[in-house]
């Protein structure tokens, strides 16, 4: 596909608003529909897109495997690190009430960190996937 | 601080492990997080049961929301019973697995193999810490997904197979489940497992909680392998690694179980029966089927992982019986069987994992004479045979000897006559090992093995003590089992 001049240009068109909505998709999800999840996707969408057009060893430059697999459970950790923290502030886990100065901007700050943790292990885990499917009976 | 959050360490503490396990990617490290992490899982769960024990029922409030709103973490005396049981176990797995994992698992792989193992402990824990309908499938899933991976990673290729088919078996049990507790939920309109029980009381009668109950069960039961639903389970113990076996063998289908008994008793009431549906009729009937069948069919294995395998089977069989009891005394046996049958099947996988690690094979015939070079490692396995059959003076006499007269309690004599019976299927299969691997002539094999090293018999011997101790001194695991049924039958902890 890589000799492909329209899927050439209209890719390059679209991956850098595709990145860009992954994050307002991201940081709208308090407000709106959204959050980690469904921008994780869009996120792993653009590499994948990238990687399809590009093939698997430049986009595996870019995005290398190594760093999925520091991110995968990373993005877990920092879920965790977050609930863990309110243990340090007198409340349950995952109870975020104390992270801020009143209630309400310490759930909302406690949700916008979790979240990026969702962000951070979908993508990851759905560019994984592609690799591992683009990748099969290669090595 | 520690002593309030006690419940959510519980999936808290191995769930870091994974994490971090993970991140290290290095197998020696990956197995010191692991090891380290159910160590402090156990202190946990020890701790739980010393609290509930003193205090009765432990609440916890996830994220600090009220029970109507989030997810509420409840551990009684039949949460802590099964919490302690699946943490000690994954310790002393822990222990065992550094040496069996090194030989049985490329490099590349160890990390995440600990990683998985751990995820699968904490999902089972989670299972028994729960209490909401919908969080525990959650938990089903997580230690499932880890369950898949860890049997795929078996060296031989039909483990792949194996893991395939019992992914799309326990998918299957997963999504029943789940029908089951949205029935649930549009009936009452709420996940609380404690809030269901209250609104419950005024829709006896409802057909949506009928259906519910007999997705709810058949859901389970092809998580916990009751027969003719076990198809999944030989294969899977017998080509997954060993440490994994052992893991899975000793945990896996006793959360199950927890979870069926969680819902027959808790949820739906004292009397099983809902409906039309003659839930005890048909649970006492399969696992008299479970009793004979499969265990005869271990009789003609040359395997010894699938002769356990296909004994592990025969014996839920027994767990179930106790269930369909539904008395005091009945249950009490069914609940300790469950925790023998832990320590027994523990041993005997570890042991029969050791003679993997020397020999290089499970089947019998290259197996003969290995007792003469394994001496210890056979010895391990002897004894965890005999606790199988229950003979007297392993742990496996005391829990079949409460089930009988559990049985005989509900006034079925011809049940304990069944319990006997089936026991001498135990002695043929058992048998069978027994006298290949003691008093045939060495093969070739077993001529060029050596004894197993410590790191595997010291955790073999600890459970195959653990049954001889708990065949003699039955106190404490059937202490914790009444208080367990106590709780389950509805009264006081």
């Known amino acids: ?139 | 601080m520690i002593a309030s959050h006690l419940p959510v360490l519980l999936i808290i503490v191995p769930l870091l492990g994974a994490v971090l396990a993970a991140l290290s990617r290095h197998g020696f490290v990956a197995w010191l997080v692991a090891l380290l992490a159910s160590a402090a899982t156990m202190a946990v769960a020890f701790a739980l049961l010393w609290r509930v024990q003193a205090e009765g029922l432990i609440s916890y409030r996830i994220g600090g929301w009220a029970p109507e709103l989030g997810i509420e973490y409840r551990i009684d005396a039949v949460s802590a019973f099964i919490v302690v049981l699946v943490s000690a176990i994954a310790f002393l797995t822990m222990i065992y697995a550094r040496r069996s994992v090194l030989a049985e698992i490329s490099a590349e792989r160890v990390a995440w193999f600990y990683t998985m193992l751990l995820l699968c402990v904490a999902g089972l824990l989670g299972i028994a810490a729960t209490g909401d309908a919908f969080n525990a499938f959650v938990f089903l899933e997580v230690s499932s997904l880890a369950t898949y991976t860890l049997i795929a990673l078996g060296r031989d290729r039909r483990a792949l197979v194996a893991a395939y088919q019992y992914l799309i078996v326990g998918t299957i049990g997963a999504t029943l489940y789940v029908i089951g507790v949205g029935l649930i939920y549009l009936s009452t309109g709420t996940l609380n497992i404690g809030l269901i029980v209250e609104r419950l009381a005024s829709l006896q009668g409802s057909r949506a909680l009928t259906v519910a109950e007999a997705f709810i069960v058949v859901g389970i039961a092809l998580k916990l392998a009751l027969f003719p639903l076990h198809a999944w389970l030989p294969n899977a113990y017998a080509y997954a690694p060993s440490a994994a076996t052992v893991l899975l063998a000793s945990t896996a289908t006793k959360v199950a179980v927890y979870l069926l008994a969680r819902y027959l008793f808790t949820v739906f009431g004292g009397d099983i029966d809902v409906g039309a549906i003659p839930i005890s009729a048909i649970l006492i009937g399969l696992s008299v089927a479970a009793m004979f069948i499969p265990s005869a069919a271990a009789i003609f294995q040359n395997d010894v992982k699938r002769i356990l395998a296909l004994s592990s089977v025969g014996q839920i069989g027994y767990i179930t019986l106790g269930l369909a009891l539904a008395n005091q005394t009945g249950l009490t046996g069914g609940l300790l069987h469950l925790f023998n049958h832990a320590l027994m099947k523990g041993a005997a996988f570890m042991a029969i994992g050791a003679v993997v690690y020397r020999a290089g094979t499970a089947r019998l015939d290259d197996l003969s004479g290995i007792g003469r070079t394994m001496p210890w490692t056979v010895a391990a396995l002897t004894i965890a045979g005999l606790a199988l059959i229950g003979v007297p003076g392993t742990s496996g006499f005391v829990s079949k000897y409460y089930l009988i007269l559990g049985a005989l309690e509900a006034g079925l004599g011809w049940l304990a006559i069944l319990i006997v019976a089936s026991s001498l299927l135990a002695v043929l299969y058992v048998g069978r090992i027994v006298e290949v691997v003691w008093f045939r002539e060495p093969a070739a094999v077993a001529r060029e093995c050596r004894e197993a090293p410590l790191e595997l018999l010291l955790p073999m011997w600890i459970l195959a003590g653990a049954t001889i101790w708990f065949g003699i001194d039955a106190e404490w695991p059937v202490g914790l089992a009444a208080s367990a049924a106590r709780v389950l039958l509805g009264g006081a902890p």
């Open chain 1, 1 to 139: 596909m890589r000799f492909d001049i329209v899927l050439r240009v209209a890719t390059k068109f679209i991956l850098a608003p595709l990145l860009l909505f992954a994050l307002y998709v991201q940081f709208h999800g308090d407000y709106g529909p959204g959050g980690g999840f469904q921008a994780g996707v869009i996120a792993a969408a653009a590499v994948i897109l990238y990687g399809l057009i590009v093939g698997l060893a430049p986009v595996q430059r870019l995005v290398p495997m190594g760093l999925l697999e520091v991110m995968i459970p990373g993005g877990v950790l920092i879920y965790m690190a977050v609930g863990i923290a309110s243990f340090f502030l007198g409340d349950n886990f995952l109870d975020y009430d104390h992270l801020a100065h009143d209630a309400v901007h310490g759930q909302e700050w406690g949700v916008f960190l979790v979240e990026i943790g969702v962000f951070v292990t979908v993508s990851s885990t759905m560019v994984a996937i592609f690799y591992a499917f683009a990748g099969r009976g290669r090595s």
